[in-house]
């Protein structure tokens, strides 16, 4: 069936430090991608999105990918901030409109 | 309603209770989805609704768990005759149906104790 995998975390990274988040997909059909973020004490919140092979989603600093031939969808930002910890999930929507979620990643950035 | 709502927000109930989720969808959003994020996990699919009938419940953990919408609205998720391994955070969503993003609620967070 569908998956999502994505790397575990946490991470850590000083401010200003570049950031990605690995996601690899398995998926029959042509999925939608998607990056939720969770900031502590609060929900899960639509990040970025992508329908199609070579979208570029990008939303607050953060970019990804949609890559067909490599079945990933990384997370990618320039300059991290402190704002920026969270956990980060990376998901998949089939044609269905089922949603499958990787299992998260942790990211904390110190000052 | 502007957003996914839902109740209670915090429950803590005893091994063995009945206890009863809702969640009331942004308004006209067809599908709606229900999830549980254990402590420092994933996302667990549980049940997802299009309209009042739920093509797919593969992720119910077991038949103490149920689910049901009514009026392609409000939707109970209910589990039965608690145990602790029940606890988590109970997440739901709701999209507009195919090709539309979900949105979450802020969660029912349950603790059996």
């Known amino acids: ?111 | 309603g502007a957003g996914v709502s839902q109740s209670p927000s915090n429950k803590v109930t005893e091994k063995g209770k009945d206890v009863e989720l809702r969640c009331d969808p942004i308004s006209g959003h067809t599908a709606l989805y229900w999830y549980r994020q254990s402590l420092g996990q994933g996302l667990e699919f549980l049940i997802y609704f299009q309209g009042n009938s739920a093509p797919d419940k593969s992720g119910l953990p077991s038949d103490r768990f149920s689910a049901e919408r009514t009026g392609g609205s409000v939707s109970t998720l209910t589990i039965q005759r608690t145990q602790q391994e029940d606890s988590a955070v109970y997440l739901c969503a709701s999209s507009l149906g195919a090709g539309n993003t979900i949105y979450f609620g802020e969660g029912s967070w349950l603790t059996v104790v």
Request: charged share 20%; aromatic share 14%; proline share 4%.
């Open chain 1, 1 to 111: 069936g569908d998956s999502v995998t994505q790397m575990e975390g946490p991470v850590t990274l000083s401010e200003e430090a570049f950031l990605t988040i690995n996601c690899t997909y398995t998926a029959t059909g042509y999925p939608s991608l998607f990056w939720y973020v969770q900031y502590p004490g609060e929900g899960l919140q639509l990040l970025l999105k992508a329908t199609k092979a070579d979208d570029k989603g990008s939303n607050k600093g953060f970019e990804a990918t949609y890559r067909k031939e490599t079945t990933s969808f990384h997370l990618e930002k320039g300059s991290v901030q402190v704002s920026d910890s969270a956990v980060y999930f990376c998901a998949l929507k089939d044609n269905f409109n089922k949603f499958y979620f990787g299992s998260g990643t942790k990211l904390n950035v110190k000052p």
